[in-house]
């Protein structure tokens, strides 16, 4: 049997620019009214919910240290929507990234208003930057339903009920191997 294919496979694009170094960025679209004291709220349960995104990485005595905020002392995040039409949304998102890039809070967020909808149907775009140690210990796929499964509470005026429990993230992994291999290791020698 012989494979023929007639479709031609074309490389994707380039980016403009370069990728950011440090920062993974995600987007959310919201079609029709969007709640934003409601996906503020979320996105403070969300900050709650996981360490790294209350985990910085202030120097002390020239070496890095690792402090853990606490949920009620970690840095909030205003989610005015700023107006902007679709043209102009690629720019703002690109100086967005570039305005975080450096700073050393590990979470950041920005909602935008696209104001040049069809059939006027309001649309906000969120877009989410995690610092890269943040982003190594949790997946954009789980802060996304994370962040949705909040936004849904705080819609309906209620708290967050998480139905699953806290994720284990990569250091919680690193011990469990590290215990596992130990006695191993000492009957090895």
């Known amino acids: 049997m012989e494979l023929r294919t007639t479709t031609v496979v074309t490389p994707a694009p380039q980016p403009a620019a370069p990728p950011r170094p440090g920062i993974v960025s995600f987007a959310l679209r919201f079609t029709g009214y969007l709640y934003a004291v409601g996906l503020q709220d979320a996105f403070a ?19 890095a240290t690792r402090l853990v ?3 009620d002392a970690a840095p909030t995040v205003h989610l005015v929507p700023i107006l902007t039409s679709g043209r102009d949304l690629p720019v703002l998102i690109a100086d967005f990234l570039d305005e975080i890039r450096a700073a050393p809070i590990p979470v950041h967020a920005r909602t935008f208003r696209i104001v040049d909808t069809v059939d006027d149907i309001p649309e906000h775009m969120l877009i989410v930057g995690l610092s890269r140690r943040a982003a190594d210990r949790l997946s954009p796929a789980r802060l996304s339903r994370d962040l949705i499964t909040a936004y849904a509470a705080r819609r309906r005026n209620r708290p967050t009920r998480w139905d699953t429990p806290r994720p284990a993230t ?20």
């Open 45 to 63: 349960d969300l900050v709650a919910r996981h360490e790294p995104l209350r985990t910085v990485h202030p120097v002390v005595n020239s070496a």
């Open 69 to 71: 905020l606490a949920a």
């Open 170 to 189: 990569l250091h919680v992994h690193e011990l469990r191997r590290v215990q596992l291999l130990e006695p191993a290791l000492a009957t090895v020698g």
